[in-house]
């Protein structure tokens, strides 16, 4: 009787995962954008300040980030190529957000920053045009002044500038989720956000 029930569990778990699989195809859910995957799973998200999309998107990446496992590292990059602005503002928005990451203060530093943009309608033309979003978030004059230009986060604006122009050629539009620097997510019109957050955490773990 041990060996019958045994054998309907992994009839279940085996049915599950090919349902896994025939629900999330590649073409339609996601493309192959490289040959080999990251060492260590990590979900990327491309994205911009300015981006209406990516702004209702925030909600979607709140539940992503919940669902991950442990052991998956959500990277977050700013994308530095709209067309309607320089790239010297977009990259002083990057600073405030990688700021805002050396605060441990990151997520409430873009939110202060997409209501700036969308819900303010704030003009930006240059990095002091930002700082209100930290002031009403605690971070005192100085200790900003400080942070923004330190080596540290002048490094880690290029990193993330590298990796937007690593993925150059991928990213059609924003937000652009690619995943384990392999698979690249797509967001169906039949999907709901939650369908997509599935999607996501079923990447993670391919190789």
């Not at 859910?29 to 260590?40: M, R």
């Not at 490094?155 to 690249?184: H, W």
Request: aromatic letters at 12%.
């Amino acid at each position: 009787m041990k060996k019958l029930f045994s054998l309907f569990i992994a009839a279940c778990l085996f049915s599950l995962q090919a349902c896994a699989v025939e629900q999330w195809k590649e073409g339609e859910h996601y493309e192959i954008i490289a040959d080999k995957a990251t060492d260590a799973p990590v979900v990327t998200e491309f994205f911009s300040f300015w981006c209406p999309h990516c702004f209702q998107f925030e909600p979607i990446v709140g539940d992503i980030k919940k669902a991950l496992p442990e052991d998956v590292k959500f990277d977050k990059v700013h994308v530095n190529f709209m067309g309607f602005t320089s790239k010297e503002i977009q990259d002083s928005v990057t600073r405030a957000m990688i700021i805002g990451r050396e605060l441990n203060k990151e997520e409430a530093i873009n939110t202060a920053i997409f209501q700036f943009i969308h819900i303010q309608r704030g003009n930006i033309t240059r990095f002091e045009d930002l700082r209100g979003s930290f002031i009403v978030n605690g971070v005192e004059e100085a200790e900003l002044e400080k942070l923004a230009k330190s080596f540290s986060v002048n490094s880690k604006i290029l990193q993330n500038n590298k990796k937007v122009d690593q993925f150059k050629r991928n990213l059609q539009g924003v937000p652009t989720f690619i995943v384990n620097g392999k698979y690249k997510a797509k967001f169906t019109r039949d999907m709901t956000p939650d369908d997509f957050v599935e999607l996501i955490v079923w990447l993670t773990k391919l190789s």
